[in-house]
């Protein structure tokens, strides 16, 4: 495991490939199903083993990636499970049970992960439920440097989601931010992030490009089965979750895992696939990023049902 992770981080650091997925990752024996008007208490309650936390902590250890929590967000939890809340039903949060639109985790804070990563605890074949992601190289190509110059200047807000400002008070709306950083970062919420009402009209017409420009890029769905850990930047590119199907709505909305954000920079049996695009979403966890145990790889074109 520790060379494969090597792998990872030395493929980030030099502008190689950045999203993985590993398969055959370690679970916990018993995986609780949580009371849905309060998850985060009733895990508190039901969870008794952490194998599945310990592993995302491992791994982020290894990759150079710390862990990364808010004071704020799940009572200052380095790992989430991301499981829906009936009160965040169709909302454009980590507790709904609907889609999500492309964005990067915290969009409106100041400070964010630069790497994800997504650990499958439960899932059914039979729901088809992906995690989509577009390489943030891959969108710049349409837009022209013009285009880029003006997504650069901070003339974009982007308003807090409803289980923030639920959490914090005083998150609203973030302040004047820029789009598009360093080489290709991007901080954009689909749906959510728009110009400053007093922007001058290029910077509008600029994020029209943009909106265009992810329409066109190149983007891959992987769906994230039991057992499988995907790990991808958070702030190089944008993620979504694209529901297809559902056969079993309940089994979907209990869709359990760990998720641990990370900032920047696998147990002996797991194999690690690199995946230029993202899976889907059960477990999870934050680190801060800088910059999976056996490689075995796939084409980064592959798609998975999850």
């Not at 969108?139 to 409803?162: G, H, I, N, S």
């Not at 529901?243 to 079993?248: A, G, K, P, R, Y």
């Amino acid at each position: 495991m520790a060379a494969a992770c090597e792998q990872i981080r030395v493929a980030r650091a030099s502008g190689g490939e950045a999203a993985y997925l590993l398969r055959n990752c370690p679970l916990d024996p018993e995986i609780p199903v949580f009371d849905q008007d309060d998850p985060v208490a009733d895990k508190y309650r039901q969870k008794k083993t952490f194998v599945g936390e310990g592993f995302l902590a491992l791994f982020a250890e290894l990759t150079a990636t710390p862990l990364l929590a808010y004071s704020t967000r799940n009572n200052g939890d380095f790992f989430h499970d991301v499981y829906a809340h009936n009160r965040y039903r169709n909302t454009q949060t980590q507790k709904t049970d609907g889609e999500l639109y492309l964005h990067n985790d915290r969009t409106a804070h100041p400070v964010r992960a630069d790497f994800l990563a997504l650990l499958g605890m439960r899932s059914d074949p039979r729901n088809l439920i992906y995690t989509g992601y577009v390489d943030g190289r891959d969108v710049l190509p349409f837009l022209t440097p013009q285009q880029q110059a003006l997504l650069r200047q901070p003339l974009f807000c982007t308003p807090y989601d409803e289980y923030s400002r639920d959490s914090n008070s005083l998150q609203v709306d973030s302040k004047p931010h820029i789009v598009l950083k360093e080489s290709h970062c991007f901080r954009y919420y689909e749906t959510r992030t728009k110009p400053l009402p007093d922007a001058p009209r290029e910077a509008f017409d600029a994020m029209l490009a943009f909106k265009d420009a992810l329409v066109r890029a190149k983007k891959e769905r992987v769906r994230i089965g039991v057992g499988e850990l995907f790990s991808f930047p958070n702030q190089a590119g944008l993620h979504n979750r694209e529901i297809v199907e559902l056969c079993d709505p309940a089994q979907a909305a209990g869709c359990a895992g760990c998720s641990r954000p990370t900032a920047s920079a696998a147990p002996s049996t797991c194999a690690a696939s690199r995946a230029r695009f993202p899976p889907a979403w059960t477990a999870s966890s934050t680190t801060p990023s800088n910059r999976p145990t056996r490689p075995d790889y796939r084409p980064t074109n592959e798609r998975r049902d999850r």
